[in-house]
């Protein structure tokens, strides 16, 4: 078999035999059971009210951006804190128990180890959003839901998740305790939303458009909204690359010490 493969099939068993994911489960069926009624309820009642009310944004009266949207941007704040306990372990625990010597002497190169931990995150953070597309799905089955924009928006939260994974992959391939692993991709997760406020405070419009390209939040709006844009394809794949091959380097470093 595939060293690759061997790899994502066994840490994604660590990931899915271990009561920490469900438990991150559980916490994140507890925030979307609480805060999903509360935004289908307001929903039903702007529906109601928006006769007697001027100026309501007619997207507001569209279940997609009134609901759905809504769950994701709480999705993708739980996401920024969830995916680095997911994958704070992958390697500064096996750097921790000395595990990671044994691996690095195996018939495996540093790309095979780094694809096969990425790609069981990857696993893992589907999870998590197929987890919380079970609401509209349940929801689908009191109102008409518009199926192809969401889809194309749970896929771009999705490739929000993939490109955390990417960078607190690379953030636990830097030390050997968990803790520094979790704190370290955390910020690295809310520093890349933070990349996006230069097209606002930018006067030049040179560099506002630089910006804007390398802005997380610009390219995800397109996908939200159930647009697939390949710029916003090809910038989250090379964010991903990129963090991945700097995570390769990084193991690939560890042979020669």
């Known amino acids: 078999m595939n060293p690759t493969m061997t790899i994502f099939k066994k840490e994604l068993k660590g990931f899915y035999f271990n009561s920490t994911f469900w438990v991150i489960c559980f916490l994140m069926s507890l925030v979307f059971s609480w805060v999903y009624p509360i935004q289908l309820n307001l929903f039903s009642q702007l529906l109601m009210n928006y006769v007697m009310q001027q100026g309501v944004p007619q997207n507001q009266l569209n279940i997609h ?53 990425y790609l069981a995150a990857l696993g893992a953070v589907g999870g998590l959003v197929m987890l919380a597309l079970l609401y509209p799905l349940a929801t689908s089955t009191l109102a008409t839901v518009n199926w192809g924009p969401l889809v194309v928006a749970f896929l771009g939260i999705f490739l929000v998740g993939a ?82 091959f700097l995570a390769e380097r990084v193991v690939e470093s560890s042979r020669w010490r």
């Not at 704070?88 to 000395?98: T, V």
């Open 163 to 244: 490109v955390y994974a990417a960078m607190d992959l690379f953030a636990s391939s830097l030390t050997e305790n968990s803790i520094v692993a979790y704190v370290a991709s955390v910020i690295f997760n809310v520093s890349i939303w933070f990349v996006g406020i230069g097209t606002e405070v930018m006067d030049s419009e040179a560099a506002r458009k630089i910006f804007e390209h390398v802005s997380l939040s610009s390219h995800l709006s397109s996908l939200v909204e159930g647009t697939v844009r390949s710029n916003a394809l090809v910038f989250f794949f090379s964010i991903i690359v990129l963090f991945c």
């Open 65 to 117: 951006y009134g609901v759905f949207l809504r769950q994701l941007s709480y999705l993708n704040l739980l996401l920024i804190f969830v995916v680095p306990a997911l994958t704070m372990k992958l390697f500064a625990e096996e750097k921790k128990l000395r595990t990671f010597d044994l691996l690095l002497t195996s018939p495996v190169t540093s790309l095979q180890i780094v694809m096969g931990k």
